[in-house]
């Protein structure tokens, strides 16, 4: 089993900034993809990044390219989302996902494992 955590959800501006992080724990050998989704009131889990996390590639929704990054630190186990120029439509709970498929993917289903979600809210 992996155990997932997040922190650094809040409150904020729009235009402002907040950095998310997830922090792994348990069976991690082996977890070779890590994940953000975002799910608002009203609507489906959506995609925003994925990394792998034993090679240097990424990946982003088309709702938060060029304004979110990824990032990870395999020694911590921990993986970030920077979040800048937000908006309000980007107000929702965030979740990390974690899984042993060998690459990341923007695909919920591939995902066993996930935090309990941290809430981002941007006023405008």
């Known amino acids: 089993q992996v155990q997932l955590v997040e922190s650094g959800g809040g409150l904020v501006q729009a235009g402002g900034s907040l950095r998310l992080s997830c922090a792994a724990s348990?069976?991690?050998?082996?977890?070779?993809?890590m994940g953000w989704f975002r799910q608002a009131p009203g609507k489906e889990r959506e995609f925003v990044a994925a990394i792998n996390t034993n090679a240097p590639r990424t990946y982003y929704g088309d709702s938060v390219k060029g304004r979110f990054t990824i990032s990870r630190d395999n020694v911590k186990m921990t993986v970030y989302l920077t979040m800048n120029s937000l908006k309000p439509e980007d107000t929702a709970i965030y979740y990390c996902?974690?899984?042993?498929?060998?690459?990341?993917?923007?695909?919920?289903?591939?995902?066993?494992?996930w935090g309990q979600g941290t809430q981002v809210t941007v006023s405008s």
């Open positions: 348990g069976r991690t050998v082996g977890v070779h993809a």
């Open positions: 996902a974690a899984s042993y498929i060998s690459s990341a993917s923007n695909r919920r289903s591939e995902y066993p494992y």
